[in-house]
């Protein structure tokens, strides 16, 4: 994983290159106070004061500045991330005020993917500070976005159901924390429609349940649950090759939640710590299940399966299940379940789904806060009509496509007890097209602004027992 705690680095008046980050709106006024020299370069590179525009500009001797024009708050984390990635090596510093959230994106601009290529060999682009405290923050931050952005990155040959065990045992050991995990005839007793969906993968790549525990367990209790499809081909309802071809993605909700996990258990957050993550792979042989069959879910509900490829929500009903055993005070889970929410949303919102609005509106709040948008969906009653069946309790995928999003988050509140507090993100876990500090492929979305949500309502309690 990249290093990001050379990336952010104490000020202590070391020798660094001064970064001027310029509104549009102060260009005009911030040029006039420069000497001529600057405003000769500035004028040669063409910077009128548009946003992005950007210039090299002469120090005295052989030191030289570099100037950003930006339009972005000066509370967001991708401000300056696209100097992050593009500067050569070497210490910076902001020429006025401290970089603040900016730090984030200044690290994860220097986030690469290595596992299968070579890196470029060169060293980092080190951010200079006097909020030196705000460092181990962000590097953790930092490093929870890149485990979901490895996770997701790696091909699906390289990470099963098995690596994520492993992945979640590691968790355990470097949390203190236990690792318990379910299969074979127990999965099959227990967590029945998790075994049924990856009941046709080789031995090797066999559907389990990871569950880690962590905390006292006087504590609050958190589940957090994420969707760990491995690879997904969409079973005997197949997939066509265009559709397939990212499903190495389909295990992001686990990677969030796992992520997720990780902050919590270092933020020493006072809560109980339950995370639970089926892994499967969706595979297409003999053994698959198939449309038509109705499943026994561990609640006790029966679930006409109606579509192999609307899988997600069959192990999520499972694992939701006993989450709940424990009543938790709040239950959230993550998934990349629906093509429906990348059609209303587009690649970059998840959709997010609260059975109480004070949990929806603190969860909104929070990714405005952290630059972490999420959009809230309905939990519409009027539609828990589409996901009746005729011969069982409930079918996994309604007929007409309408409202994908919505009954898919209909059918797993069929497996949450009203009286728990409970949201689900339905989150892409992917970035089509590269952004400052975020590159094209595996991306965190909605994990920032759960985590600020739980720091916010738990890190409260915390200090309130200080006091």
């Known amino acids: 994983m990249t290093d990001f705690s050379a990336t952010l680095q104490p000020d202590r008046g070391q020798p ?22 600057v405003r000769t370069t500035v004028a040669a590179n063409k910077a009128t004061g548009k946003a992005g525009n950007r210039a090299i500009l002469p120090g005295d001797a052989e030191d030289w500045a570099m100037l950003l024009v930006c339009d972005e708050d000066t509370d ?17 510093r902001l020429a006025e005020g401290e970089p603040g959230a900016a730090m984030l994106g200044w690290a994860l601009a220097q986030y690469r993917f290595e596992r299968y290529r070579k890196g470029d060999g060169q060293g980092p682009r080190v951010l200079l500070t006097h909020e030196p405290a705000r460092i181990a923050e962000t590097v953790r931050l930092a490093e929870a976005t ?58 090797d790549r066999a559907p389990r ?24 081909t969409g079973g005997l309802d197949i997939k066509p090759s265009s559709a397939m071809r990212l499903m190495k993605k389909d295990m992001g909700g686990a990677a969030h939640a796992l992520a997720l996990a990780r902050l919590v ?27 038509g069959d109705v499943l026994r879910s561990r609640k006790g509900l029966t ?27 709040l239950l959230l889970d993550f998934a990349t379940l629906t093509g429906a929410a990348r059609v209303a949303l587009g690649p970059d919102l998840p959709a997010m789904f609260a059975n109480t609005d004070a949990l929806g509106e603190a969860l ?5 806060a952290v630059h972490d948008p999420m959009w ?28 994908g999003a919505v009954t898919a988050a209909l059918f797993l509140r069929r497996f949450v007890p009203a009286e728990v507090e409970w949201a689900h993100l339905d989150t892409f876990a992917w970035r089509p097209a590269a952004k400052p500090g975020r590159p094209k492929g595996g991306e965190a979305m909605g994990l920032r602004a759960a985590y600020r949500m739980l720091v916010e309502r738990f890190g409260r309690s915390m200090e309130n027992a200080r006091g």
Not at 17 to 37: K, M, S, Y
Not at 77 to 90: C, H, K, V
Not at 209 to 221: A, F
Not at 391 to 400: K, S, T
């Open 146 to 203: 890149a485990k979901v952005r490895d996770l997701v990155n790696t091909g699906a040959s390289d990470l099963g159901p098995a690596e994520l065990e492993a992945e979640g045992e590691a968790l355990a050991r470097a949390i203190g924390g236990t690792c318990i995990v379910t299969r074979g005839d127990a999965l099959a007793q227990g967590f029945p429609m998790i075994h049924a969906v990856g009941q046709a993968a080789t031995k």
């Open 303 to 329: 679930v006409e399966n109606t579509n192999t490829d609307a899988e997600g929500r069959l192990i999520l009903g499972d694992a939701l299940t006993k989450s709940v055993e424990a009543k938790p005070a």
């Open 376 to 403: 809230r969906l309905p939990l519409w009653d009027g539609y828990d009509d589409m996901i009746k069946s005729d011969i069982a309790d409930l079918v996994n995928a309604p007929d007409g496509g309408f409202a």
């Open 364 to 368: 909104l709040a929070a990714g405005r």
């Open 76 to 92: 967001s984390p991708w401000r300056i991330a696209s100097l992050g990635e593009q500067l050569p090596t070497g210490p910076y």
């Open 265 to 291: 258990a270092e933020a020493r957050l006072p809560v109980r710590l339950h995370l639970l993550v089926p892994a499967v792979e969706n595979a297409v042989a003999a053994a698959a299940f198939r449309p």
């Open 16 to 37: 660094a290159h001064a970064i001027h980050v310029v509104h549009p709106d102060r260009f005009e006024g911030w040029l006039a106070t420069q000497p001529a020299r």
């Open 209 to 232: 349940l990871i569950e880690v525990e962590w905390g006292d367990p006087s504590h609050p209790r958190v589940a957090i649950v994420g969707k760990g499809v491995c690879f997904d």
